[in-house]
T-cell receptor
């Protein structure tokens, strides 16, 4: 079984600052994928970034980067130069390779302050 | 590409009635779709995996007779909440799996969700 832990229920960040959203996970699977999704107030889940457990480099997608520390089982999301539109819920999720079922964390509500 | 739609986006019904929610993959075929439930300010909980042409696989604790899933075609899965009660009020989200050539993995593309309110 997999477990995702997001310890920050809410965060307030000044616009243009960088922000790190924490995610730790627990799994017995040797190979797995880690995902981050953004959920605005409208409800849709927006894919942000993906990291495979065997990827040597940390994933980056525009202003998003994933600080993957496999030994610590952490996959923190870093958003650089935050914008007002970044205000949303952010979910960390994982699934084992060969299995499409995603396990989600409890989420972090990020609020960007002008 | 990889757009998933849901209909309706919002539904209010009386207790005891049944409600059908549609999930469509608009520009790709999906042999596998997923149904999630999300309570206010909570995480997404997987309810079931919907497989085209076969029975859905339900997660532990999800009542099969309460939440009927039909995946009749490669672009459509439906979730029917039967004899709905106020405790069934929730946000229901579907997703469809597709191989993402850019990332080389099968991704889940999510629909916009359906907010169900049972009076």
């Amino acid at each position: 079984a997999q477990k995702i832990t997001q310890t920050q229920p809410g965060m307030f960040v000044q616009e243009k600052e960088a922000v790190t959203l924490d995610c730790t996970y627990d799994t017995s699977d040797p190979s797995y994928g880690l995902f981050w999704y953004k959920q605005p107030s409208s409800g849709e889940m927006i894919f942000l970034i993906y990291q495979g457990s065997y990827d040597q480099q940390n994933a980056t997608e525009g202003r998003y980067s994933l600080n993957f520390q496999k030994a610590r089982k952490s996959a923190n999301l870093v958003i650089s130069a935050s914008q007002l539109g970044d205000s949303a819920m952010y979910f960390c999720a994982m699934r084992p390779f060969g299995n499409e079922k995603l396990t989600f964390g409890t989420g972090t509500r990020l609020t960007i302050i002008p | 590409g990889a757009v998933v739609s849901q209909h309706p986006s919002r539904v209010i019904c009386k207790s005891g009635t049944s409600v059908k929610i549609e999930c469509r993959s608009l520009d790709f075929q999906a042999t596998t779709m997923f149904w999630y439930r999300q309570f206010p300010k909570k995480s997404l909980m997987l309810m079931a995996t919907s497989n085209e042409g076969s029975k859905a696989t339900y997660e532990q604790g999800v009542e099969k007779d309460k939440f009927l899933i039909n995946h009749a075609s490669l672009t459509l899965s439906t979730l029917t909440v039967t004899s709905a009660h106020p405790e069934d009020s929730s946000f229901y989200i579907c997703s469809a799996a597709l191989l993402s050539s850019g990332r080389g993995i099968r991704e889940q593309f999510f629909g916009p969700g359906t907010r169900l309110t049972v009076l």
